[in-house]
């Protein structure tokens, strides 16, 4: 299954799409589009306990895997430290889910995992590691 949505960079100005990644970073960014993962973080708060615990999971990734893309997705709020959806987008990824849910797509936008629960640092790197 697929996930297409659009997404921006911190600053709202670079617009990207799920599906095809590669070519957006090859046109826009110095970051090597080879093996990309997207990790799509959806949440009805950014206060929410969960959120914050994946986000610091995925943070710590992040900071080592350099192939990684986190974009996050509340329909209440953007998040300006990160890749974010609109709230239109983001309501309409969520449909019925009020929770939390973390998802992983390679560049073609193709779900590789997803979770309504929190995932580990552990399972999440073994997720990223697949080809």
Do not use: W
Request: hydrophobic share 35%.
């Amino acid at each position: 299954m697929n996930m297409d949505f659009s997404f921006y960079d911190s600053t709202g100005v670079k617009q990207y799409s799920s599906t095809s990644i590669t070519d957006d970073l090859r046109k826009n960014d110095q970051m090597n589009p080879d093996d990309v993962k997207i990790i799509l973080l959806q949440t009805p708060s950014f206060n929410d306990s969960i959120f914050v615990r994946q986000s610091s999971i995925v943070d710590s990734i992040a900071a080592v895997k350099k192939n990684i893309i986190f974009v996050v997705s509340c329909p209440s709020d953007k998040y300006p430290q990160r890749y974010f959806t609109n709230k239109e987008t983001a309501l309409r990824l969520s449909g019925e889910m009020k929770g939390h849910r973390i998802a992983v797509l390679n560049a073609n936008g193709m779900v590789i995992y997803r979770n309504n629960a929190i995932v580990s640092t552990r399972m999440l790197q073994s997720i990223l590691n697949r080809k």
